[in-house]
């Protein structure tokens, strides 16, 4: 079945440390792959998307993601977090018109 | 560009009562959207998906009864709350997928709306 993991469901880190999001997924082929990121009350806002051609992918607000296809991965990083980062994260896959999406990933982030 | 508002942004009824949520593609023509429900703390859950000018399709265990939806244009979709009840109370996300984005299956969100039902 198809399936999108993400493994953490809380990260806490320092401000100004790096971060990593982990997000697995389970296809028959490559999927499309999305970073979603979501303030309490608010929608989705777009982070990065990886749809083919260069598996590092730059998105907004200083993050990036990198397919990794040998590890069915695609996660995200920022070099420097700041305190507005704070909030939750969605990885979504689409291989056919539907979405599938992670549990989620809230961050935390200490001043 | 490519963006989708939801109207109401956040609406309370009564029990027993139907609310009527919009969900519009401002600059772009959608022929599919998505209608999602997001319980506090977890992760977006499809309820159905609408294409313009024919019925909905609804993921197992949404009832079509209760959630009625219309995608009469290319431009609007309606989610219908029949008989709300305080358990129908949530934050409901819908996503419209653009002509130009089919190709990548990218679809666009719009903020939410949050349904509290007394």
């Known amino acids: 079945a198809q399936s999108v993991t993400q493994p953490d469901i809380h990260i806490t880190v320092s401000e100004g440390a790096s971060l990593e999001l982990r997000c697995n997924y389970s296809y028959g082929a490559t999927p499309y792959l999305f970073w979603y990121v979501q303030s309490p009350g608010q929608g989705l806002q777009l982070l990065l998307k990886y749809f083919s051609g260069d598996t590092l992918v730059q998105g907004i607000k200083g993050f990036e993601a990198e397919f990794k296809r040998s590890q069915s991965s695609f996660n995200l990083r920022k070099p420097s977090v700041h305190w507005s980062d704070a909030a939750e994260y969605f990885c979504a896959a689409s291989g056919t018109y539907k979405y599938i999406f992670g549990t989620g990933t809230r961050l935390k982030v200490l001043a | 560009g490519a963006v989708v508002s939801q109207h109401p942004s956040r609406v309370i009824c009564k029990s027993g009562t139907s609310v009527k949520i919009e969900c519009r593609s401002l600059?772009?023509?959608?022929?599919?959207m998505f209608w999602y429900r997001q319980f506090p703390k977890q992760s977006l859950m499809l309820m159905a998906t609408?294409?313009?000018?024919?019925?909905?399709?609804?993921e197992q265990g949404v009832e079509k009864d209760k959630f009625l939806i219309n995608h009469a244009s290319l431009t609007l979709s309606t989610l219908t709350v029949t008989s709300a009840h305080p358990e129908d109370s949530s934050f409901y996300i819908c996503?419209?997928?653009?002509?130009?984005?089919?190709?990548?299956?990218?679809?666009?969100f719009g903020p939410g709306t949050r349904l509290t039902v007394l």
């Open positions: 600059d772009f023509q959608a022929t599919t």
């Open positions: 609408s294409n313009e000018g024919s019925k909905a399709t609804y």
């Open positions: 996503s419209a997928r653009s002509l130009l984005g089919a190709q990548n299956n990218e679809q666009f």
